[in-house]
């Protein structure tokens, strides 16, 4: 079933949130795949949908969240008709999170070492408590934390150090697939850019593919291999980080590049007008039409399809499709 | 129009608040229109045969003392929310201003109000309402004395929920611009924060009135107060002490039971229903 | 383990001001009113031409000569918080030669015996039924019982107390109607008697504990629902923990503080509603004490009540904020 090299496949997802104020299509018709050891950006405003993506491949949609349809291949499994208990072995054994909110996602009222001994515990690993605890001290090495963090609560840590607990945490068992939601996005500069160095080091150690989210395009560009560019639940870009950066194809993507700060026309500020739309039905036509500057008429009557215009360049967008039909 | 359909449309979504507010005005409805079909005098001793169960004459029967139930029962639902809401005004009142002064000057005042109310919050009002009730005897209150009494114990509560509420919305943007923009003290207190205590203040006033039906009722259960006024926590009593259920006359205590549990249950939903309105997000309970 | 000097200072200070407000209040309370309930007492006993026991005029006079009206108040005040300090509260005026204290030490074994087991299954019971509730994998016919849950923690327990006697022990006779223990058993530690007077307790802890686990069910539900949306309840179920940890271990674990918290503030309330679920039921605890000293005046003995149960309360609130920190690691750095 699976294309073989490709250690994650996303086909088709459609993911939506069911509300009394009516259904939200959070993903819509989202595909891609990641090889092993690859790193990809996911790049987006909030609401976009990068983060319900995130957890649909983790398996965590819930109520009044529901996968609508789509296949999530994780090498030779499709993680959607996997029931939960199969789900829930995959979870930070083959494919693990770093999570967004470093500051409040480590729990409170248990040490360090519990947080990471008892996934261990829980996938059944066979191992004893020896070799917990050796994993537990390579882990903290791994994330170059003192082996005494281990017997710490989170509030003795710094802001860092919880972050590389975490980190800690989604390592400990070899993932596949680490799929980190801005982990930085609440540290400061120098920081951010340690627990970066961090997550590239032992992401190449390990072999390990990593999605990363995110909107800082600065932070993507020193630290992904390819982009992928979501807006209003659809992926409308998807490129190495070179062609996306020196030539992006859809006009969203163009001016998310354009709107970065560069040194030589500093003091304006290119930001993009409007608002990301939260799709309340499946569209039928581009849904970047209303802020699109360069629409034209078929914007307006057909959904783009997501398609290869250059060699390993994929955008959604009529601009390039005008040739077919 | 508009307004009374806006009103409407939030109780369906907020139906504690709704269905706490319908048995309020059940209660209201039912004393007043009772006191139009019923002479005061039959809450009474005497004033009616003995020990009847209810019958087409009288409806809620009669206690074993000769009083017409179904008077006892309307001016007891009267008589018993009158306490509980002097007490519970008094109570907010002395909470609100204290509560300001407190979180508002901070220094030495706000250290020792937070202190006696830490300490007297600890203390069982109703074994204090007992001694001070006990050292008075039962003739030198009544209703209103029993009331004022009850109202010294039911400002801490108030006091601490005000104090924390001012002084987490001093911190907030909206009063942060309100004095920037150079508005005084007073009028950041009138225009910016009691609208937003509203709510606070009103679940305070829901708080303690029922700390102060509870502690009535408490009180005459026990035979203190003025045990002649034909209120709710008084009928209790005399069922306990008269022995209503080994004579078997259910009806005796069904009829105060029935109405104490209404008044709890309706000021438990108003007081859930109030803290929905205050915060939205919580969802905390019905 | 970690308790900061000024943490501990900080409870053993509230702790002596709720006993020497408890000592205060009883102490001036009574002043304020003209009433002398010894000579009342002597006075009544005369009228009725009635038997003074040996020795009560003596103690009359010894405390007069004490609390007499020839001392300045400061006086009287010390003099009464040194006995205070010692738990000498006094002879009961209408079971005298007793002591309050003896009084109460026959007494208190069944409060405390009734009120701990009562509140610990109450608390557990309501805990764990709240965090079901709220616990987004539990079915959902859960949800039903909400509306019981909530109508039960708005009833007091005496209500809930005269109801269950009418029903299960007059109307249908499954349990004695009051008491501790019934008539002719003699109190010893025999099967039989621990048995009646398990038979006589069943519906006085029924009534406390429906009453109040409505309550400690629903603030549970509230926690619960707070703690799940908590970032770390996603990244521990990012781990692929099982379910069962993620309930007891995150959630449950995290939403039980502010219960904590909670059934420490609570302890007054408790105490109130249980003294008169004692009273409904003639349970021969400290609140039926504390009744029958009501109706025969007994002041002494009623002061003597409020205080130990004041006393008593703020130590259970000592205990229990000593054993917080243990369940929080974040507290000690308050």
């Known amino acids: 079933m699976n294309d073989n090299g490709y250690v994650l496949r996303v086909e088709n997802l459609d993911v939506q949130y069911h509300t009394d104020a009516g259904t939200v299509y959070a993903n819509s018709q989202v595909s891609f795949n990641l090889k092993p050891g690859e790193r990809l950006g996911l790049v987006g405003e909030s609401g976009s949908g990068k983060s319900t993506l995130a957890l649909a491949i983790l398996g965590m949609i819930k109520p009044p969240g529901r996968i609508g349809g789509g296949e999530i291949w994780l090498e030779n499994t499709d993680l959607v008709k996997l029931p939960e208990e199969a789900i829930r072995q995959v979870r930070g054994r083959q494919v693990s999170m770093i999570p967004q909110g470093a500051m409040n996602s480590l729990n409170p009222v248990a040490r360090i070492k519990d947080q990471l001994i008892d996934g261990m515990i829980d996938h059944e690993l066979g191992l004893s408590r020896s070799e917990m605890n050796r994993m537990v001290r390579e882990a903290l090495e791994a994330v170059e934390l003192d082996p005494q963090v281990a017997q710490m609560y989170p509030h003795e840590l710094s802001g860092g150090m919880k972050q590389r607990a975490c980190i800690a945490i989604a390592i400990a068992m070899n993932p596949k697939v680490i799929i980190a939601d801005e982990p930085t996005s609440a540290l400061d500069v120098v920081t951010q850019r340690q627990v970066m160095q961090t997550i590239g080091h032992l992401q190449a150690q390990l072999g390990s593919a990593v999605i990363l989210i995110g909107h800082d395009m600065g932070l993507m560009a020193q630290f992904v291999d390819r982009i992928a560019v979501m807006y209003a639940g659809k992926l409308v870009e998807l490129g190495s980080v070179k062609d996306t950066f020196t030539h992006p194809m859809h006009p969203y993507t163009q001016m998310l590049i354009s709107s970065l700060p560069r040194l030589e026309n500093k003091g304006t500020f290119n930001g993009i007008p409007g608002i990301t739309p939260l799709l309340r039905e499946i569209p039928t036509d581009c849904v970047f039409n209303s802020r699109c500057p360069q629409a034209i008429p078929i914007c307006m009557q057909r959904v783009p399809k997501l398609l290869e215009h250059r060699p390993n360049q994929w955008a959604a967008c009529h601009l390039y499709q005008s040739e077919e039909n | ?286 | 383990m970690r308790y900061p000097p000024a943490f501990v200072l900080k409870r053993l200070i509230l702790l002596l001001m709720i006993v020497w407000t408890a000592a205060t209040l009883n102490f001036f309370i009574p002043k304020l009113t003209p009433r002398n309930p010894l000579r009342e007492k002597l006075l009544e006993d005369a009228s009725r031409g009635g038997y003074i026991p040996p020795g009560f005029n003596e103690m009359v006079q010894g405390y007069e000569k004490k609390f007499g009206l020839d001392q300045p108040v400061w006086k009287q005040y010390l003099t009464y918080m040194g006995d205070m300090a010692r738990f000498d509260l006094g002879y009961s005026i209408s079971n005298f030669p007793k002591t309050v204290g003896e009084l109460i030490g026959e007494a208190i074994p069944w409060t405390i015996g009734l009120l701990t087991v009562t509140t610990a299954l109450a608390f557990l019971i309501g805990t764990l039924l709240g965090a079901l509730i709220a616990w987004s994998r539990s079915p959902s016919w859960l949800n039903y019982l909400v509306a019981p849950l909530l109508t039960l923690s708005a009833i007091p327990f005496y209500l809930l107390a005269l109801i269950l006697i009418y029903f299960v022990a007059f109307q249908w006779k499954l349990l004695p109607l009051g008491g501790g223990y019934s008539f002719g058993i003699v109190p010893s530690f025999s099967a039989a008697f621990i048995f009646d007077v398990m038979k006589h307790a069943i519906l006085p802890a029924l009534s406390i504990i429906l009453a109040s686990t409505g309550g400690w069910a629903i603030g549970m539900r509230g926690m619960m629902v707070t703690v799940q949306g908590e970032d770390y309840m996603t990244f521990a179920e990012a781990k692929g923990l099982k379910p069962r940890r993620l309930f007891f271990r995150y959630a449950v674990r995290n939403a039980l503080l502010p219960q904590v918290t909670g059934l420490a503030l609570s302890l007054s309330f408790i105490v109130s509603g249980s003294v008169l679920v004692e009273l409904v039921f003639g349970f021969p605890g400290i609140g039926t004490l504390l009744a029958r000293s009501v109706g025969q005046l007994d002041y002494f003995l009623i002061y003597g009540i409020v205080f130990i149960i004041i006393v008593a309360i703020g130590v259970a609130m000592f205990i229990m904020d000593m054993i917080y920190p243990l369940l929080d690691p974040r507290i000690s750095y308050e």
């Open chain 2, 1 to 286: 129009m508009d307004r009374l359909q806006g009103v409407l449309r939030y109780i369906r979504r907020n139906p504690a608040l709704g269905a706490g507010i319908g048995i309020l005005l059940f209660l209201i409805l039912f004393s007043v229109i009772g006191s139009f079909i019923t002479n005061p005098q039959d809450a009474y001793p005497l004033a009616a045969p003995a020990s009847k169960p209810p019958s087409a004459e009288f409806i809620f029967g009669t206690d074993g003392q000769g009083r017409d139930l179904f008077a006892v029962a309307v001016a007891g639902t009267w008589l018993t929310i009158r306490i509980g809401l002097i007490a519970g005004v008094i109570g907010v009142t002395i909470g609100t201003v204290l509560g300001f002064t407190s979180a508002f000057y901070g220094g030495w005042f706000d250290i020792v109000v937070r202190w006696v109310v830490d300490v007297l919050l600890t203390v069982p009002g109703l074994l204090v309402l007992i001694v001070i009730a006990s050292s008075l005897g039962d003739k030198a209150v009544d209703i209103n004395g029993m009331a004022l009494i009850i109202a010294m114990l039911a400002w801490m509560g108030p006091t601490r929920t005000i104090r924390s509420q001012v002084l987490s919305m001093r911190e907030r943007p909206y009063v942060m611009m309100a004095r920037l923009n150079g508005m005084s003290g007073l009028s950041i207190i009138f225009r910016e924060l009691i609208p937003n205590l509203l709510p606070y203040l009103g679940a305070s006033l829901v708080g303690s009135t029922n700390g102060a039906i509870f502690a009535s009722i408490g009180l005459a259960a026990l035979g203190l107060g003025p045990l002649r006024d034909p209120t709710l926590g008084v009928t209790i009593y005399w069922v306990m002490n008269q022995g209503a259920f080994v004579r078997g006359m259910w009806w005796w205590a069904a009829v105060p039971i029935s109405i104490i549990v209404l008044i709890f249950v309706m000021l438990f939903l108003i007081s859930a229903g109030l803290d929905e309105l205050a915060n939205p997000r919580v969802r905390r309970t019905v």
